[in-house]
């Protein structure tokens, strides 16, 4: 309220009853209720609103004696005012909040606070990127002295306080600030391997810079597709060939990145995590050629796999994981469409959203982002023209386009092959499906006898399309 932000969180101090205030709210507003946690007595209640949102209503009992106790155990002092909810002009505020707040200044409310609870850390880290404030060298000792409590914090409340910050106004400036405190070991410690690692031309940076780099890269990118974006969020000629390019599809990012695969968490902050994590494989991966070249083959495997596995650490739900697992690992694939240089066809169109799916959208959004980071500003316009290129074709059809590129209703299916062909069920009638469906992606086939003709062919000469592009 006194930044003059509107909110859908709310906490409701009280005596006692937490959980029982929470049931009687939850039964008069209509809303959901579910005991947080029980041994504390913390009661929560949901209440759905048209637009899909939620507003949140916590009810928790004091903390101490009474009403002041509680605020002075709480985590900063902007966070230890409140306001008597008959009384909503009157201003609790027993540790100068309203002061730190009118400073832009961050301060712990006690000296335990980060001992007390280390994921207010994290947390600190959070409200100082978004809200742009300062936190007080005092509240900086304290931080570090607590970082090797973090792993006492659950994965669940861990998870949740990363994807805040992954999803907030400033994650790459967040991510930087968590290594300097050292937290990184217990929060992300799979992107620490990628410090030292030197990358060949015509990357600017190693593998560390690189990754943090195309994180502020991202950043940058949504911020030129936002719905009523800034001149000041394309500063540059790059950043406004982005708005030009790809700006007829501003609500539609805004929406596919609010979606959530769980109740509880938006893509965007998933799409920043596998931004962080795109190169995580390349420590483990690197060569150097007889030529002195030095090559990461097969990073974007071993990238994903070390991604799904800080995922199933943090709790993830396996659709975020797969979601995740299917961007990293296909973040190549707009750069490979591009070197081509040539436009894309059908088929290619159709082979990258048969292997990304849904997450082909963050898989062109991160490979921009990429893109960026590896060139920095000797970025060729030429270069960055083809990549936007590929990424508005890809986004057109993937929104605008006609199905049947992206997943065409098959003319034939498995009991078609068996009867004509006397194909018994197995891997070999799969792969003939796979091939018929491509080739009418491709627009080679439109009707059920091409497509049994197309099938003899194949099964005569025993070639099938490859399933991946040449690397």
């Not at 002009?89 to 009118?102: A, H, T």
């Not at 590896?374 to 270069?383: D, F, K, Q, R």
């Amino acid at each position: 309220m006194l930044l003059n932000k509107s909110s859908n969180d709310f906490d409701f101090a009280v005596p006692s009853g937490g959980i029982e205030l929470a049931r009687r709210v939850a039964d008069a507003l209509g809303g959901y209720f579910y005991p947080l946690d029980r041994d504390r007595d913390y009661g929560r209640v949901i209440l759905r609103q048209e637009d899909e949102g939620r507003t949140i209503l916590d009810f928790t009992p004091f903390q101490g004696e009474g009403l002041e106790s509680d605020l002075r155990g709480r985590d900063f002092t902007i966070n230890a005012m409140a306001v008597e909810i008959r009384h909503t002009d009157r201003l609790l505020d027993p540790l100068g909040g309203l002061s730190d707040l009118r400073e832009r200044t961050l301060r712990a409310c006690s000296e335990g606070a980060f001992l007390a609870d280390p994921i207010r850390i994290l947390r600190a880290v959070r409200l100082a990127a978004d809200l742009e404030l300062r936190i007080t060298s005092e509240t900086r000792r304290q931080m570090r002295a607590a970082v090797p409590h973090l792993p006492q914090a659950s994965a669940e409340r861990l998870r949740d306080e990363l994807f805040h910050i992954l999803g907030g106004r400033k994650p790459g400036a967040a991510i930087r600030v968590l290594d300097i405190l050292g937290a990184l070991p217990h929060t992300l410690p799979e992107i620490l391997e990628l410090k030292g690692v030197s990358q060949p031309p015509p990357h600017i940076y190693d593998a560390w810079e690189h990754s943090l780099s195309s994180v502020g890269s991202l950043e940058r990118i949504l911020a030129a597709l936002r719905i009523d974006p800034d001149p000041d969020d394309y500063p540059t000629l790059h950043l406004g060939a982005v708005s030009v390019q790809l700006g007829r599809y501003r609500v539609q990012i805004r929406d596919h990145l609010a979606f959530r695969l769980t109740p509880d968490r938006a893509i965007r902050p998933l799409l920043f995590l596998a931004c962080l994590y795109h190169d995580v494989g390349k420590p483990a991966t690197r060569s150097v050629d007889e030529n002195g070249r030095i090559r990461f083959f097969g990073h974007e495997k071993t990238s994903a796999a070390l991604a799904s596995q800080r995922c199933h650490a943090l709790h993830l739900s396996q659709a975020e994981i797969n979601h995740l697992e299917r961007a990293v690992l296909h973040h190549m694939r707009p750069l490979w469409l591009a070197e081509t240089g040539e436009p894309l066809s059908r088929r290619s169109i159709y082979r990258f959203f048969r292997s990304a799916g849904e997450a082909g959208v963050d898989v062109c959004l991160l490979s921009l982002a990429d893109t960026a980071a590896i060139y920095g500003s000797t970025l060729p316009v030429e270069h960055w023209t083809r990549m936007l290129e590929v990424t508005r074709t890809l986004l057109q059809t993937w929104w605008d386009g006609p199905k049947e590129i992206i997943q065409p209703s098959l003319l034939v299916d498995g009991n078609d092959l068996i009867k004509e062909f006397g194909i018994t069920p197995g891997p070999e009638l799969g792969r003939l499906l796979s091939a018929i469906r491509e080739a009418q992606a491709a627009g080679e086939l439109a009707t059920r006898k091409q497509a049994l003709d197309y099938a003899a062919a194949v099964l005569a000469s025993k070639s099938y399309p490859r399933e991946e592009p040449d690397s």
